[in-house]
């Protein structure tokens, strides 16, 4: 009995030990995956476009170009809100991805954090890119990646919808007549214009347009101009024109609201174009118009392609040659046609309308529509734009009115 | 609930016993030749535990601390070399003004919270006692909020009160009541996310109830009718002061689970609009991951908070429960 004991205790104390090893093998295994593979033939690339999986158009074009590179391709897909402290942390443990694909307006502040490299370090050639987009990705003066697609807002709408309430779209050209033809609407019975203004960079993304096409600058939130943009999106929920959930919408919600059919107009992306052909009714899109007339100028969307500082700086040739590989013309064509983005160089927005007529008015959106960290604003944006979004909610849930919800978002970013 | 926490202990006193009468002598001397393999065999055993809780419990927090004491920017956390600034972060939380409308929220929801939470888990509980024909079936199914993913459960919730095509306010405007913006008004979004809230935490409050109940014998309520009480004098002189061991652990239990609510906050109205149902947990969120820029340091500060103010009821709760082992 002792004996048994004692073997019982030995085996407890070896089934210990091998529990503990076995789980120090499976961390290390694991850290082993996600940091960098160690050898010079593996290269990692990072993107935000979950949807796409293993064997998409996407993956294989990612594999295709490291072929021709003669390397390995790691990838891994994350979510566009996840990548960014994914990335900040994976280079604060010296572990970044070579390639980085990354939402635009986070680009300014992974360059303030020392993540990126500049296109003069690394190379990339950026000269066929649109000044407008690039400017993005632009910051004291360097630039930081280069664009893969972008897309913009505009105005799509109902067809039918407009027809039954005696709306001509050619009579929307400001934000006057948009309101009088959103009143007919109401008055056929049907519903107004839906958007998103939720909390979040979203809710800014949405405004913009607006906040920009009144005249209204990001550095002072409290202008009049502001508050006149603001103004109609508060006028507008008042006399339910717009529905109140907006305050709650995404653009996906906005988008789901608008197919169902009732809704005259909706403030949605590009990347809405091939959901448009499935609502099964005839729509149109045209851009925002700005207050007094013309289009406003919209804010870019879409994702940079970037090289993250290497210990190792021999490695950036070869991510140079992936990231040429990437956009070139041919693939950024099929690229931006996968994604539904348009195209940055004017050479591959060509083919692409070419390809698709419905595709022009939205080419002509992003040649007009203006990057979130221009200006220079780069790392200032994101507190702005965490301001406006609060000001948006503020005066349309009515805790406060158009005037001071601005005035003390304007405070709060001194 | 005292007989389940005095069942182990009684055993392991008789498990001592067990083992001080039946080693023989000689063990004792072998253990006294090899006194290093068992202390070895000791420390194997707490290894894996003590290795646990330093690099799960003691590290993170460290790391929560440290990053609330130090200011950190975007580029210095990618660095390392943020500067250690003290007690910055607090003052500047402090001086904010969401602190005191997050500090008022998170104090009603948590209250208002648990007394619905346990008002009716008690009510449903004394309900389901009588056991009916198909009262299993009927407990099993007020379970399902529990077992629901809370991504799942709150998104059904913000569709429900949504406001124009929300099913809440069609029933409304079937009895005449005008639309309510439940998610979209700042004076009605904290009182929706917390009905939604007691809907998920009532089932908690049934189950753990349910089992106090029946741990008080039934022959008390046959003596009490047999004396001529009725079922509201039965239910405040037996069921409720016999249930009450129960009842603080239930509802210490809650508050600390209540108190750190963030998911069904922040799917169904993001801590807002205008900050109307931010608490300290979808704050220190929105500070730290809500922004482009992420605020790490205040994030931190603000969590330490909430960490602080769990520790302190889960201290209480200690003492409670010494309280009732020694009764």
């Known amino acids: 009995m002792k004996r048994t004991s004692r073997r019982r205790l030995t085996a407890a104390v070896l089934t210990v030990v091998a529990v503990t090893t076995g789980a120090t093998a499976c961390s290390s295994g694991a850290s082993g995956t996600s940091t960098k593979a160690a050898d010079s033939k593996t290269y990692t690339i990072w993107d935000p476009y979950p949807q796409f999986s293993k064997g998409s158009e996407w993956t294989k074009l990612l594999d295709g170009c490291g072929t021709e590179a003669g390397v390995k391709i790691k990838r891994t897909a994350f979510d566009t809100s996840d990548l960014t402290n994914k990335a900040l942390l994976a280079a604060q443990q010296g572990n970044s991805s070579d390639i980085l694909i990354v939402d635009n307006p986070v680009v300014s502040t992974l360059a303030e954090a020392g993540v990126l490299t500049t296109t003069d370090d690394n190379k990339v050639d950026t000269s066929k890119v649109s000044p407008n987009l690039l400017a993005a990705g632009q910051s004291g003066g360097k630039t930081y990646g280069t664009p893969i697609g972008a897309n913009t807002l505009a105005l799509y709408y109902n067809k039918k919808v407009l027809k039954a309430a005696g709306v001509d779209i050619s009579s929307v050209k400001d934000w006057t007549s948009l309101t009088a033809a959103l009143a007919k609407v109401k008055a056929a019975g049907k519903k107004g214009i839906t958007f998103s203004a939720i909390g979040t960079e979203e809710g800014s993304f949405q405004f913009l347009p607006w906040f920009w096409g009144s005249g209204a600058k990001l550095t002072a939130l409290d202008s009049a101009q502001a508050t006149s943009a603001l103004s109609l999106w508060k006028g507008w929920l008042d006399k339910g024109y717009a529905p109140n959930s907006v305050i709650n919408n995404t653009q996906t919600t906005s988008w789901q609201e608008f197919a169902g059919g009732d809704y005259a107009f909706a403030e949605n992306g590009t990347w809405q174009l091939a959901n448009a052909d499935k609502a099964g009714f005839d729509y149109g899109v045209i851009p925002v118009p700005a207050s007094t007339g013309g289009s406003a100028e919209a804010p870019t969307g879409g994702e940079f392609v970037t090289m993250p500082v290497q210990q190792d700086t021999a490695r950036y040739a070869t991510s140079q040659k992936l990231v040429s590989c990437l956009t070139n013309s041919q693939n950024l064509l099929q690229t931006d046609t996968t994604l539904s983005y348009v195209a940055p160089t004017a050479e591959v927005q060509d083919q692409q309308v070419t390809a698709n007529a419905k595709l022009k008015p939205w080419v002509d959106a992003v040649k007009a529509a203006k990057g979130r960290t221009s200006d220079d604003l780069g790392t200032k944006y994101p507190k702005i734009s965490e301001q406006l979004w609060k000001a948006v909610q503020s005066a349309l849930s009515g805790s406060a009115s158009p005037k001071d919800a601005l005035g003390s978002a304007q405070s709060a970013v001194k | ?327």
């Open chain 2, 1 to 327: 609930m005292k007989p389940m926490t005095q069942v182990p202990e009684r055993r392991s006193v008789q498990s001592r016993n067990g083992a001080a009468t039946s080693a023989p002598s000689p063990a004792h001397a072998r253990a006294r030749r090899r006194p290093t393999s068992q202390q070895w065999a000791a420390w194997a055993f707490l290894a894996p535990v003590t290795l646990y809780l330093a690099l799960f419990y003691a590290y993170p927090l460290y790391r929560n601390l440290d990053l609330s004491l130090r200011n950190y920017t975007v580029r210095s956390f990618v660095q390392g070399d943020a500067p250690f600034t003290g007690l910055a972060n607090y003052r500047k939380i402090f001086d904010d003004p969401t602190f005191a409308p997050a500090l008022l929220h998170t104090a009603v929801f948590t209250a208002v919270c648990l007394v619905f939470q346990y008002a009716i888990g008690l009510a449903l509980a004394v309900f389901f006692n009588q056991n009916f024909r198909l009262s299993a079936t009927l407990r099993a199914l007020f379970l399902v909020p529990w077992l629901l993913p809370l991504i799942v459960s709150a998104s059904t919730w913000s569709w429900m009160l949504n406001s124009d095509s929300g099913i809440v306010n069609t029933l409304l405007s079937a009895f005449g009541v005008g639309p309510v913006n439940w998610l979209t008004s700042p004076s009605w979004s904290l009182t929706s996310v917390i009905i939604a809230n007691i809907w998920i935490g009532v089932p908690f409050n049934l189950v753990v109830l349910y089992s106090g109940l029946q741990s008080i014998p039934t022959s008390l309520y046959e003596a009490a009718a047999l004396d001529g009480a009725n079922a509201w004098r039965r239910f405040w002189s037996i069921t409720f002061p016999l249930l009450r061991p129960v009842s603080a652990i239930t509802l210490l239990l809650g508050l600390v689970y209540t108190l750190k609510v963030f998911d069904i906050i922040w799917i169904m109205t993001k801590g807002g609009p205008a900050d109307s149902s931010t608490t300290f947990a979808t704050w220190s969120y929105q500070l730290g991951f809500g922004n482009l820029l992420p605020a790490f340091g205040p994030g931190a500060a603000v969590g330490n908070l909430l960490v602080v103010a769990a520790l302190v009821f889960g201290l209480i709760y200690l003492k409670v429960q010494r309280k009732q082992a020694l009764s």
